[in-house]
């Protein structure tokens, strides 16, 4: 099975523990012989990791900022991630969408898997 996974941070972009545990799943699955892809923020290297991780999506405000509403910010990060997130689809294919934690990350990327038509899964 193809699965892509979206999450606002990813290994080594680290704040607690929820983003270890995705890596740790995510890594878990391709260990089961799925054909795993993570798409998430920053612009940290992950060249030892045996899947994808494609790193286009923004945070509207960094977590070492206290948070505000950022009203004309969060609009257009959830434009720009909506569209890396439709351009990330397309050509992976997956058969399951897997949203993770989307804090600071906005809407977007939520919104383009759902229109996607494809099967979206989330965490709690």
Request: charged content about 20%; some cysteine; proline content about 6%.
């Amino acid at each position: 099975m193809r699965i892509l996974i979206i999450s606002n941070l990813f290994p080594p972009d680290v704040l607690g523990g929820y983003e270890i545990l995705c890596e740790q799943v995510a890594t878990r699955l391709h260990g089961e012989g799925h054909l795993m892809a993570v798409l998430t923020t920053g612009n940290a290297q992950t060249e030892d990791s045996p899947y994808p991780v494609f790193r286009k999506l923004d945070l509207f405000l960094p977590f070492s900022h206290s948070a505000h509403y950022a009203r004309a910010r969060r609009f257009i990060t959830t434009r720009k991630n909506y569209a890396a997130t439709a351009t990330c689809i397309k050509p992976f294919k997956p058969d399951i969408i897997f949203i993770w934690s989307q804090l600071r990350l906005t809407v977007g990327s939520a919104l383009a898997a759902e229109k996607s038509g494809i099967p979206v899964a989330r965490g709690k």
